[in-house]
C-alpha cells in the first residue's frame, strides 16, 4: 500500500464520518458511556488502594521492653528484628521519647499531668515499634518476640489487629472492582454491537460504491479502510470527551476523597497529574481499540 | 489471449424438487479467444452469456475446467490477486453501474483512485477520456442528468480507465435506443481497432448483424455455433 493510497483511505474515512454524522455521533455516544464506566472503575481502584495502603501503614507491633532491657539489649532486639524478611522497620522508642510523647498528647489533661509530677519516677516503658512488610506478617511477627529468647527484655507484645478491617476493605475493593469490570465489559459489548451495527448501516449506505469499487479492482484493503478509519475517529473523539471531563471532575472530586481516605495524605488530583500520560493512553487505545474491533467485524464480509 | 478449457459452471438449485440438484450454466466449454479479436456471444437469456463473462473477471469461479485470461487462471487466482486482474480488464454493465452523488469526471476518477493512479495522471487522463467517448461537456453533471447512451458512454470511459487489454461488455446496450446502440457499437469498433480485445454479450440482432466478426452463439450453456464472421442466427 503506497502512501497515496493510505492517504486516499484516511481522506474517504474522514468523508464517511461526516457523511454519516447522526450514525457516527450514536457509535460515539456508546463508546463515551463504556469509557465513562472505565473512568469510574479506575477512580475507584486507585482511590481503593489509596485506602488499603493508608490502613496497612497505621498496624504496627509494639514489643514494651523492661526495665533491665538496656539500650544495648534493646538495639540488639531491634537488629534481630530488623534482620527478618517480614520487617519492614523498626523504631525504638526510648523511656524518655514514650514520655515526651504521652506529655505532648495529654498536655492539655491537667489531672494526668499532676499524676505524672507525683510519680518518683518516669513510669512509662521504653518500647520496639515494629512494622511488617504486609499485614499478614504481624501474628508471627509478635510470636517470634514473645519467645523464650526476648522473655528477659519484652515485657508485653500488643498490636492492634486491623486485620479484620483491612480483610474487610480488601473484600469491598475486591468486589467492586469486579462489579465494575463486569459492568464494564457488558458496555464494552453493547459498544461494539452497536458500532457494529452502526457501520452496517454505514455499509448499506456505501453497498453500490463498495460493488463498483470491487468491479474496477480496488483492494480489500482500500475498501476496509475508510471505514476502520471511521473507526478509529469515534474512539478517538470518545476519549478526547472523556478525558475532557474527566480531569475537571478529579478536580471536584479529590479534597472530597481527600478528607476520607489517609488521613488527607492521598490527592487523587496529584495521582491523576502524576499519571496523565498514561491515563490518556488506556482512554485513547480503550476507545480506538473497542471501535476498530467492531469495525473490522463490520467490513470484514465486504471485502472478499 | 483467452483460453478456456472443458468449463463448466453449475448453480446449486436450492429447495431443488423432481431430484434436480443444479442449473448447469455453462457446460463443458472450449474456446480460444486471440488478443484484439471483436467476438459477439449471443443466445437466448439464461444460455450462459453473463455467467461466462463473469468469470473472466473472477466475480464467478467454474465449477470444473480451466480459465485463463492473459496468463492469468481464474481457477487457481487467490484472493489478493484479483484487483490486479480488473485493472487490466475492462467491464461496462448494463445497468452502468455509476455512482449518483459523483459527476461524469469523478465516476471516472473513482476508479482511477480507487486503482492507486497518482493524481496528476488522473487529470490528465480523465478529459481524454470523456473526449474519446464524446462527453467533454458533460463531465460536471451527474448521472441522471444524462440520457442513457450517455451514460452507458461514461461507463464505457471508466472500464478504458487503466487502458485494458480485454473489454468486456455484458448487455451493454440493453437499455439504450437504437441510435445510441449504434454509437455504443461504433466507440467499441473504434476501441477494438486500437488493440483492445472486445467481448460483447447481447440480445441486439441489428447489432451483431452490422459488426461482421466472430459471433459464438451459446445455447444451454454450450457452444452451439462459433462463426468466424457470423450473424445472430438462433
Known sequence: ?304 | MILLQNVSKHYPLRGAQNGLKEVIALDEIDLTIDTGEFVSFVGQSGAGKSTLLKMLFADEAPTSGSVNIDGWEITTIRSWQIPYLRRQIGVVFQDFKLLPAKTVFENIAFAMEVGGERTAEIRRTVPQLLRLVNLSDKADQYPWQLSGGEAQRVSLARALAFRPKILLADEPTGNLDALHAWDLLQLLLKINKLGTTILLATHDEALVNSVKRRVITLDRGRVAKDQATGTYAL
Not at chain 1, 47 to 57: C, F, H, W
Not at chain 1, 252 to 280: I, K, N, Y
Open chain 1, 1 to 304: 500500500m503506497t502512501w497515496l493510497t493510505v492517504g486516499r483511505v484516511v481522506q474517504w474515512g474522514v468523508r464517511h464520518f461526516w457523511r454519516n454524522i447522526w450514525l457516527s455521533l450514536a457509535a460515539t455516544g456508546v463508546l463515551l458511556l463504556t469509557l465513562a464506566m472505565l473512568a469510574l472503575l479506575l477512580i475507584i481502584t486507585v482511590v481503593g488502594r489509596a485506602s488499603l495502603k493508608a490502613i496497612e501503614e497505621k498496624v504496627d507491633v509494639t514489643a514494651f521492653l523492661t526495665d533491665v532491657a538496656t539500650a544495648e539489649a534493646a538495639l540488639a532486639v531491634k537488629a534481630d528484628l530488623e534482620g527478618r524478611a517480614d520487617v519492614a522497620s523498626v523504631q525504638y522508642v526510648t523511656k524518655e521519647q514514650a514520655l515526651a510523647a504521652f506529655r505532648a498528647r495529654h498536655g492539655s489533661n491537667t489531672v494526668i499531668t499532676q499524676a505524672l509530677q507525683e510519680l518518683p519516677d518516669n513510669p512509662l516503658q521504653a518500647s520496639l515499634v515494629v512494622r511488617a512488610k504486609s499485614a499478614q506478617a504481624y501474628p508471627d511477627i509478635a510470636a517470634g518476640l514473645n519467645s523464650p529468647k526476648y522473655q528477659p527484655f519484652v515485657s508485653k507484645v500488643t498490636f492492634e489487629d486491623n486485620r479484620d478491617v483491612i480483610n474487610r476493605l480488601a473484600v469491598i475493593l475486591r468486589t467492586t472492582r469486579r462489579i465494575g469490570l463486569i459492568l464494564t465489559v457488558v458496555l464494552a459489548v453493547i459498544a461494539i454491537l452497536v458500532t457494529f451495527n452502526t457501520i452496517r448501516l454505514a455499509i448499506y449506505g456505501y453497498r453500490e460504491e463498495i460493488e463498483i469499487m470491487h468491479l474496477v479492482g480496488a483492494s480489500p484493503w482500500f475498501i476496509k479502510g475508510p471505514f476502520l478509519v471511521e473507526g478509529v475517529l469515534q474512539g478517538g473523539i470518545a476519549a478526547v470527551v472523556t478525558l475532557f471531563y474527566l480531569y475537571p471532575f478529579i478536580q471536584v472530586l479529590s479534597p472530597r476523597v481527600s478528607a476520607f481516605v489517609a488521613d488527607g495524605g492521598f490527592q487523587l488530583s496529584q495521582w491523576a497529574a502524576e499519571h496523565v500520560l498514561g491515563v490518556t493512553i488506556l482512554f485513547f487505545s480503550a476507545g480506538i481499540i473497542l471501535s476498530v474491533v467492531s469495525s473490522w467485524a463490520a467490513v470484514r464480509r465486504y471485502a472478499r
